[in-house]
Structure formats: structure tokens, C-alpha cells
């Protein structure tokens, strides 16, 4: 059964940055488009970032634009999230996904994506 594996996040101050990322050890990695999601208690899950297979499309959703930038190792199997400037907003269960839909304007689950277990990040103002 694939797994995603995330770590990397934790608690930081307001401005502070975070590196959460994603391995995907039964995964094909050059074929498979990825992508980060959230959800903060109360909250519905929102779209993050998404990355296509070979890394050349990305999207944002407009609250992260500026401030976080996704990208991909195919070698390692590995999906990272840079996540700069963050703010309390930003506190949330991140959630890996793998096989989304992910277009320079679009980005979505799908019926078949596979999620990880998330890393939680959380903010201090």
C-alpha cells in the first residue's frame, strides 16, 4: 500500500519560516503530481500548493503567493513546502497528497489521491 510520510513541521513565532516535507517511497515519482493541503480546526480544507510531475508547473493559492514555494526531489522521493513570513492564518494540520489535479490556475483532490498523516504547524503571534 503506498504511504506519504510527512514531518517537518512545528511551532514558530509570527515571521518565522518552516520546511515541512513529504517522501513517497512507493510512489513512481516522475509521473505523479503532488500537492499540499490544510485544515485548521473549524475550518474546511484548503489548497495550498500543487506541483506537477517534473516540477515545471506550480500553483498557489492566493494568501501563501510571496511567501511559499513548493518543490520537488525526484531522487528522494521527497515533495518540500517552504513556508516563509507565517502568520497565526497560517497555523493548521498540513496534509501531503499525491495524484491531484494541478494546473497553473487549478488545483484539487481527486477522488483516487493518496494522503499522508500531516505535520502539524502552529503559529504564535
Known amino acids: 500500500q503506498v504511504q506519504l510520510q510527512e514531518s517537518g513541521g512545528g511551532l514558530v513565532q509570527a515571521g518565522g519560516s518552516l520546511r515541512p516535507f513529504c517522501t513517497t517511497p512507493?510512489?513512481?515519482?516522475?509521473?505523479?503530481?503532488m500537492g499540499w493541503f490544510r485544515q485548521a480546526p473549524g475550518k474546511t480544507r484548503e489548497g495550498v500548493s500543487c506541483?506537477?510531475?517534473?516540477?515545471?508547473?506550480?500553483f498557489y493559492t492566493t494568501n501563501v503567493k510571496g511567501r511559499f514555494t513548493i518543490s520537488r526531489d525526484i531522487a528522494k522521493k521527497t515533495v518540500y513546502l517552504q513556508m516563509n513570513n507565517l502568520t497565526p492564518e497560517d497555523a493548521a494540520m498540513y496534509h501531503c497528497?499525491?495524484?491531484?489535479?494541478?494546473?497553473?490556475?487549478?488545483?484539487?483532490?481527486?477522488?483516487?489521491?493518496?494522503w499522508g498523516q500531516g505535520t502539524q504547524v502552529t503559529v504564535s503571534s
Open positions: 497528497a499525491a495524484d491531484v489535479d494541478c494546473g497553473r490556475a487549478i488545483f484539487g483532490d481527486r477522488r483516487r489521491s493518496i
Open positions: 512507493g510512489l513512481s515519482p516522475d509521473d505523479v503530481l
Open positions: 506541483i506537477s510531475a517534473n516540477g515545471s508547473i506550480t
